[in-house]
């Protein structure tokens, strides 16, 4: 057998980035600091995470980082599987070349003081030389951090192999930087700088205790979870890459961090939509809300583009009288969805997206998403009125335009006006006839009809007719002057 499923965790949350002070570092080395609580509660979390997972996917080797926050975090996962912890130098901290102490990591005798029946027997994987891949004491740049890892996979597979055949699912639990490093080399990329794939600053996410998973396709090894932070409470956090500037979760980290939050102005969005419970959440008292509300419009353009723009309109929930959510503040933040335009565009998925209807039938599978690109701001320009929203043409300015539909029945009537005379002279005149003669309506062929009858009824057609012509042309004259301004009429009246 050979390894086919790789999972690369970050440790959690450290203690020294919370507010100070800190305690003393466990092992009294710089630089090592251990799991804040709250990165004790992160790593229960995954280890329940990967115990829920099925049983030919959960992981059966644990690969470790020396340093005690990796160890620390991989502990309950060593409880929830029933393996043991493994230290690997080729995974450990990545260090920036000119840094003032760069430390190096407690050893096996020094850690099973503080993680009893964790730890392998260092004989079943010696920390330095089982792969032989240990970091520079010197530091390192982007560019030596990424050929370390490269060395380390080339040198671990045939090792790893030859030892433990049985073993197909590794999990490693290491560092922000090093995480990266190693995603981007075991996926064939050549530098921890660019992206996953042809989207531009699309990378390996290493947030705290998030977990990204690679597996092998033939030669070839595909990134399937990036970074995945689902399972943790508090979702993502303290994500880094290499673009930071700053060594992942140094003292500069944290700074910089906090002076971004200091100078972001942070909204609250109320929820708009109703809440419900349901039975299985009632112990726990959990609700559901829809930040949309069901009534509201959604408008989209064609998915065929490559950048679909998409609007939410009818979202906006006016406060009644001077409850909690009628501020000034909080009135101005649930406009921010409502009427907006959004520019998107197809984003691949890592992974598939599975849609179930309430009764768990599958609906659909989709393996591309509809990005939304923050950068853009769309404006929406309102209409003119009425008035206003004439298409007469410039000044000085022929356009060739279509005929409106008010000018074709203008036509229309024009060319029927010599019909509907025809209709009045075969209608009206027997009527005008009878009324004045006294006697049977006069038949089309003039039958029944006296001379003095026939000669009136002439004359009542021939006034008739030029009545007919003459209001055929008026109307064919009004309305082929107004027929720019008339435009809601129909065609055919």
């Known amino acids: 057998m050979t390894v086919k499923r790789i999972y690369i965790c970050r440790h959690g949350y450290r203690m020294n980035w919370l507010p100070e002070p800190h305690p003393p570092n466990p092992t009294g080395i710089d630089s090592d600091p251990p799991l804040a609580p709250h990165g004790v509660e992160q790593a229960e979390e995954l280890a329940r995470h990967l ?3 099925p049983a030919d996917q959960r992981p059966q080797f644990i690969l470790s980082s020396p340093f005690y926050r990796c160890v ?3 502990q309950p996962i060593t409880k929830a599987l029933g393996s043991k912890v493994a230290l690997e130098r080729g995974v450990g901290e990545y260090y920036r ?19 009893p029946d964790v730890l392998v027997k260092e004989n079943e994987w010696p920390r330095d030389t089982a792969v032989g891949v240990i970091p520079s004491l010197e530091g390192e740049s982007p560019e030596a951090i990424f050929d370390r890892c490269q060395r380390f996979w080339r040198l671990f597979f045939p090792v790893f192999e030859a030892k433990h055949p049985e073993v197909e699912n590794v999990l ?3 560092h922000a930087a090093t995480a990266i490093a190693l995603g981007m080399s075991l996926i064939g990329k050549s530098s921890v700088l660019e992206s996953i794939d042809d989207t531009p600053n699309n990378f390996i996410r290493a947030g705290a205790c998030s977990m990204s998973t690679y ?3 033939g030669d070839h090894w595909k990134l399937t979870v990036n970074g995945d932070t689902s399972f943790l409470r508090e979702g993502e956090e303290m994500n880094w890459n290499f673009h930071s500037g700053f060594e992942a979760g140094s003292d500069e980290d944290i700074k910089s961090r906090k002076k971004q939050e200091e100078e972001t102005e942070v909204l609250e969005v109320p929820n708009f939509g109703r809440r419900f419970h349901e039975e299985a959440d009632d112990d726990q008292g959990l609700g559901k809300s829809h930040l949309i509300k069901p009534s509201s419009y959604f408008q989209i353009t064609e998915l065929n583009h490559a ?6 309109s009818n979202n ?3 406060p009644v009288g001077k409850s909690l959510d009628s501020s000034k503040g909080v009135d101005v933040a649930s406009k921010i969805i409502d009427g907006k335009i959004y520019s998107t565009e197809w984003t691949e998925l890592v992974g598939t997206d599975m849609i179930f209807d309430d009764e768990g039938e599958l609906l659909a599978i989709s393996r591309d998403h509809l990005q939304v690109d923050e950068q853009i701001s769309l404006e929406v320009v309102k209409e003119r009125p009425e008035a206003e929203n004439d298409e007469r043409p410039t000044r000085g300015v022929l356009e060739e335009q279509p005929r409106s539909s008010f000018l074709r029945k203008a036509i229309k009537q024009s060319k029927s006006s010599k019909h509907r005379a025809a209709s009045a002279r075969a209608t009206l005149s027997p009527a005008v006839d009878s009324q004045r003669s006294g006697s049977e309506p006069v038949e089309e062929n003039g039958n029944g009809a006296g001379d003095d009858g026939k000669e009136n009824a002439d004359e009542t057609n021939n006034a008739a007719a030029e009545a007919t012509n003459n209001n055929a042309a008026d109307e064919t004259n009004n309305n082929a002057g107004d027929g720019e301004n008339n435009d809601a009429m129909d065609v055919d009246g």
């Open 51 to 53: 115990e829920q997972l």
């Open 72 to 74: 620390e975090t991989a």
């Open 97 to 115: 070349v000119g840094r003032n102490v760069i430390p190096e990591p407690a050893n096996y005798d020094r850690l099973e003081g503080f993680f």
């Open 172 to 174: 490693i639990v290491t």
């Open 215 to 217: 597996v092998k396709e």
């Open 307 to 312: 950048t679909p723009l998409f609007k939410i």
């Open 316 to 318: 906006y929930t006016k």
